[in-house]
């Protein structure tokens, strides 16, 4: 995908895969939305809410935290109903200004995620991830780690999904390695956090609200809060 700027076009999405190695692997090179979290890979119009999180406009910016490099996805030999488990770790050049400032530096990534089906109507969904890398601008050299924990929750009625269902969804990031916008703070660390639900009323409308709260990543004195209801309307299964 590429999305138009003043100068011309930004490439958001570019790359090979390679599925169905052995062992369970699968490659990817090129510029990517990486594996943090469950919702980054998502496109913002495909997102079950307006923007990103609060905690993710704080610490990466308005769009998903995309980078150029290399990622390696496993699939745990894992079966006999007892969860679906995958392993992720890519390896990619700062690009991200929110996160890295200036920085080329190389960035690591690590990502563990799990799947239950609790049952026909429910499964449940457990994410956590991690990347590291260096914050670098005119005045600082800054090793910076960003953290992750997510969940959701699908209740859907297997012969009613069209028509009935719940989500809930949450997450929390936690940013070491701050920028200090004043010798004042001496702070190291800002947390944030969010959770949404979303209920199909029908087939075509839905209801839900979600709930933010984040610390300033210059200064975790300073936070900002949301509280949005959301009323959606499903024109077709193929218009939102």
């Known amino acids: 995908g590429a999305e138009e700027e003043d100068e011309g076009f930004a490439v958001e999405e570019g790359y090979v ?3 169905g190695l052995p062992a369970g692997l699968s490659l990817k090179l090129g510029k990517f939305q990486q ?5 980054n890979r998502w496109h913002s119009h495909a997102l079950p809410f307006q923007t990103r999180s609060l905690p993710h406009l704080a610490f ?3 769009e998903a935290l995309a980078q150029t490099g ?3 996805h496993w699939l745990l030999p894992v079966g006999g109903g007892a969860g679906t488990y995958e392993a992720t770790v890519e390896v990619t050049r700062s690009e991200n200004e929110a996160l890295f400032g200036q ?3 190389p960035s690591v990534l690590g990502h563990l995620n799990a799947f239950w089906v609790l049952s ?3 499964d449940l969904d457990l994410g956590l991830s991690w990347i590291n890398g260096s914050y670098e601008d005119d005045t600082s050299l800054i090793d910076r780690n960003l953290l992750g924990a997510e969940v959701a929750f699908t209740w859907r009625p297997p012969a009613r999904a069209r028509y009935r269902g719940v989500t809930l969804r949450g997450g929390l990031m936690v940013l070491d390695g701050l920028v200090p916008e004043s010798a004042a703070v001496d702070e190291d660390r800002a947390l944030g956090f969010w959770g949404a639900v979303e209920t199909r009323l029908t087939e075509s409308w839905l209801v ?3 709930a933010d709260r984040t610390e300033s990543p210059v200064n975790p004195d300073q936070t900002a809060w949301l509280l949005s209801p959301t009323l959606t309307w499903w024109q077709s299964e193929y218009v939102r």
């Open 103 to 105: 920085s080329g530096r």
């Open 70 to 72: 290399a990622s390696l």
């Open 60 to 62: 990466v910016g308005e």
């Open 17 to 19: 895969e390679w599925v």
């Open 120 to 122: 026909p109507a429910t």
């Open 35 to 39: 594996q943090f979290g469950q919702t």
């Open 208 to 210: 839900g609200a979600r």
